[in-house]
């Protein structure tokens, strides 16, 4: 019975130590990010593949998470994005987010950039009460997206005019086929007329 008992002692001991250090684990997480900060993005653009918990980087650094992505209930042509991020974050009035995307996975994350050193925090400058808003800019995906139509109009342009190239070759080349003394014809010299005043003339 009582090497039991030694052993029930301390399998007790090793669950109450687990116990403690996860809840120990939750507060530090807890008080972690009690500061952080609340920011709001109004994008005019799809976020298709941005998810709720993404990361968010300023500068390629991770500096907080996204939090709830809506609709703007004003302006539904709008998505409303919130974000969390570390209170030591340097968001400035001039700061700009971009939707990036994440190598060729199809996985789109917020960047944010920009942000002069002279520049007022974005919080600072918010009046209290409010979220902030950091303004949003087009992304480099999605810029390509809109001049992609006007490519597709050139490169038929350029298409056509080679068309009419080669059909105008294949005319040329059917014509030397038929009658190959083509080839041997050298082009008429023009004759300039005479000049009636130039001596010898009658």
């Known amino acids: 019975m009582e090497p039991d008992k030694h052993f029930f002692i301390e399998g007790l001991f090793i669950i109450g130590v687990s116990v403690a250090a996860a809840l120990f684990a939750v507060w530090l997480a807890g008080t972690g990010h009690r500061d952080d900060v609340l920011y709001r993005i109004h994008f005019a653009e ?13 500068r390629g650094v991770d500096v907080g998470t996204v939090k709830a992505i809506a609709l703007d209930p004003a302006d539904p042509r709008l998505v409303q994005v919130d974000i969390r991020l570390r209170k030591e974050s340097p968001v400035k009035t001039d700061t700009k987010a971009t939707l990036k995307l994440k190598g060729i996975t199809g996985v789109v994350f917020i960047e ?8 007022p925090t974005l919080l600072a400058s918010t009046r209290e009460g409010q979220i902030p808003e950091i303004p949003s800019a087009k992304g ?15 490169f038929s342009s350029i298409e056509n ?8 070759i294949g005319g ?8 190959p003394s083509l080839l041997l014809r050298a082009p008429k010299e023009k004759t300039a ?10």
Request: glycine share 8%; proline share 8%.
């Open 112 to 119: 944010l950039d920009g942000g002069s050193p002279n520049a």
């Open 46 to 58: 799809s976020v298709s593949g941005l998810a709720i918990g993404d990361p968010v980087k300023f």
């Open 161 to 168: 005019q080679v068309t009419k190239v080669v059909t105008d």
């Open 193 to 202: 007329p005479a000049d009636k005043n130039a001596p010898g003339h009658r």
């Open 140 to 154: 480099t995906l999605t810029a390509i997206l809109d001049l992609l139509p006007k490519l597709l109009e050139k």
């Open 172 to 179: 040329v080349t059917s014509e030397i086929k038929e009658n």
